[in-house]
């Protein structure tokens, strides 16, 4: 009956690695943008020197467009990062205060029966814990 009361304490690694997959992601999208930005300079070289001017304006236009579409799919894995992350350690931290007010609670009431002699507190712990899974 005790072990059910344990608080888990958990360090910031157990949190991280719930979120790994988006952080891979960040890093890789982030490696793509930047690559796809150093290419700017590049092909407004081209645009002066070659004589395909069609063709650097569409490569281009399709970096530029690869180049928004990948920031924004890397900002939506931050921002599921973070909510991943707060709402595990939310949900620890909850459940753990949940556990906490569960034992104060059941140790109060054992040391009243304890300290007044009534036999039939655990009926009423018994009582309580049913109206409160209702």
Known sequence: ??????????GMGFY??????FIIFQIAADFVCTLLASMYPY??????DSDQKLTVIFWYAVFHVLDVLINYVGMRATFAQGIGIERAMKHDFFKGRRRM?????????MSVS????????IFLILLR???SMR
């Open 1 to 10: 009956m005790g072990g059910d009361f344990v608080v888990k304490k958990r």
């Open 16 to 21: 991280v690695r719930k979120v790994m997959p």
């Open 43 to 48: 092909l407004q070289k081209l645009l002066f």
């Open 101 to 109: 007010f569960l034992m104060k609670r059941f140790v109060l009431i």
């Open 114 to 121: 304890i300290l007044t002699g009534f036999r039939w507190s």
């Open 129 to 131: 814990r049913g109206r």
